[in-house]
């Protein structure tokens, strides 16, 4: 069974830089797997921030940007703000019109 | 203005059956793959089903396959998820989503939903 990997928490100071990874209980993710992420805040509905791999989705400040680095999807968090403290999803797409989530990050900014 | 606006959840029994809509605007709807996308209490978020612009193509997650039913109605810019046999383990928030870039789902989603509650419990 496929497992998309995300670091259960992280935290970063303000004005710092934080990224995040997503990968693959087995094999190298890559832009084959067009990544795409997500921000969501308690109670509400998530926001796209990144889809396929490294597009922003509009209206989303070009702090956070996408990647591949190594054999993981990447977002980077420049200058983070407290608001940018939620919870990151990443999700992969694995062929025949399937996609999967990773289990999440929450970020913490203090 | 691109919006989604789910309807139709509720409480229902185990076993039980129910129907989602997603009323969809602002953008050429037939012209994209929608999804669905669910959460349950305290969990995160997990993938449901998609469907393809032109409905030729449905895919599911194996925890609803042959349980639940995408479709959509181009003529009425509409989602849909039926579901059938419903377990304790459904309930969740359900999101409808619009997909990035066009008919095929591959790029990842653009727009949400509200989302709309599904609690299956006796």
């Known amino acids: 069974q496929t497992v998309v990997t995300q670091e259960p928490s992280f935290s970063v100071s303000p004005g710092g830089t934080v990224t995040l990874t997503c990968g693959l209980n087995?094999?190298?993710?890559?832009?084959?797997?067009?990544p795409s992420w997500y921000q969501q805040t308690p109670g509400q509905a998530p926001r796209t921030l990144i889809y396929s791999t490294n597009t922003r989705s509009s209206g989303v400040p070009d702090r956070f940007s996408g990647s591949i680095l190594g054999n993981k999807a990447a977002l980077t968090i420049t200058g983070a703000q407290a608001d940018d403290e939620s919870d990151y999803y990443c999700v992969l797409y694995m062929g025949r019109g399937i996609s999967v989530f990773g289990g999440g990050t929450k970020l913490t900014v203090l | 203005e691109v919006q989604l606006l789910e309807s139709g959840g509720g409480l229902v029994q185990p076993g039980g059956s129910l129907r989602l809509s997603c009323a969809a605007s602002?953008?050429?709807?037939?012209?994209?793959?929608m999804s669905w996308v669910r959460q349950a209490p305290g969990k995160g978020l997990e993938w449901v089903s998609a469907i393809s612009g032109s409905a030729d193509g449905t895919y599911y997650a194996d925890s609803v396959k042959g349980r639940f039913t995408i479709s959509r109605d181009n003529s009425k810019n509409t989602l849909y998820l039926q579901m059938n046999s419903l377990r304790a383990e459904d309930t969740a928030v359900y999101y409808c989503?619009?997909?990035?870039?066009?008919?095929?789902?591959?790029?990842?989603?653009?727009?949400w939903g509200q989302g709309t509650t599904v609690t299956v419990s006796s």
């Open positions: 602002g953008f050429t709807f037939s012209s994209y793959a």
């Open positions: 989503a619009k997909d990035s870039y066009g008919a095929y789902p591959r790029y990842g989603v653009d727009v």
């Open positions: 087995s094999g190298s993710v890559s832009t084959n797997y067009y």
